[in-house]
T-cell receptor, first 114, second 111 residues
Framework: EAGVVQSPRYKIIEKKQPVAFWCNPISGHNTLYWYLQNLGQGPELLIRYENEEAVDDSQLPKDRFSAERLKGVDSTLKIQPAELGDSAVYLC????????????FGEGSRLTVL | EDKVVQSPLSLVVHEGDTVTLNCSYEVTNFRSLLWYKQEKKAPTFLFMLTSSGIEKKSGRLSSILDKKELFSILNITATQTGDSAIYLC???????????FGKGTLLTVNP
């Protein structure tokens, strides 16, 4: 069974540029999460989807971050414009049940903003 | 605000030692506590605990939850260099069943 796939694995951009990350969850997983992980910190939730609906986006900085999950499968997380403080690892995860199940993580997209 | 605190934040041991990692939580409407291992890539699932006092075991790793005192421990016996990683604890709760992570414990096992 394929795991959660993310791309790109690494991205280096200059500040004020846009960037997008893509995630393909495990087949059949209705719940998809985007987490941000700074160095030395645990993952912090940005947004959670149940199918194509964003059910928790309270931690998403909506002035510059946006996300979508068209058709309830793949998801894209966008930052525009990027700031120096956005340098981090962006982790995507999926789970089969939203309220009790374990999360399966992708390998993450490491963003460096210069 | 939901909170998960892990201790110690880092730990260095020798192969063969036994280690205990701690996780305390303050989460409304607590549902479960999860442990993950993170090497230089994706966190991988270790355990999910929902009931107090019932130990979960997988090889040299074991974990237990105390819902009265609001903490969990992760034990690793006979440590190996391959156990070197960040161990993350997360508590699920709140109105949205949100998973709140701690900062992690960086374990280094020296040969």
């Amino acid at each position: 069974e394929a795991g959660v796939v993310q791309s790109p694995r690494y991205k280096i951009i200059e500040k004020k540029q846009p960037v997008a990350f893509w995630c393909n969850p495990i087949s059949g997983h209705n719940t998809l999460y985007w987490y941000l992980q700074n160095l030395g910190q645990g993952p912090e939730l940005l947004i959670r989807y149940e199918n194509e609906e964003a059910v928790d986006d309270s931690q998403l900085p909506k002035d510059r971050f946006s996300a979508e999950r068209l058709k309830g499968v793949d998801s894209t997380l966008k930052i525009q414009p990027a700031e120096l403080g956005d340098s981090a690892v962006y982790l995507c995860a999926s789970s089969g049940t939203f309220n009790t199940g374990e999360l399966f993580f992708g390998e993450g997209s490491r963003l460096t903003v210069l | 605000e939901d909170k998960v605190v892990q201790s110690p934040l880092s730990l260095v041991v020798h192969e063969g030692d036994t280690v205990t990692l701690n996780c305390s939580y303050e989460v409304t409407n607590f549902r479960s506590l999860l442990w993950y291992k993170q090497e230089k890539k994706a966190p991988t699932f270790l355990f999910m605990l929902t009931s107090s006092g019932i130990e979960k075991k997988s090889g040299r790793l074991s974990s237990i939850l105390d819902k009265k005192e609001l903490f969990s421990i992760l034990n690793i016996t006979a440590t190996q260099t391959g156990d070197s990683a960040i161990y993350l604890c997360a508590a699920r709760g709140g109105s949205n069943y949100k998973l709140t992570f701690g900062k992690g414990t960086l374990l280094t096992v020296n040969p």
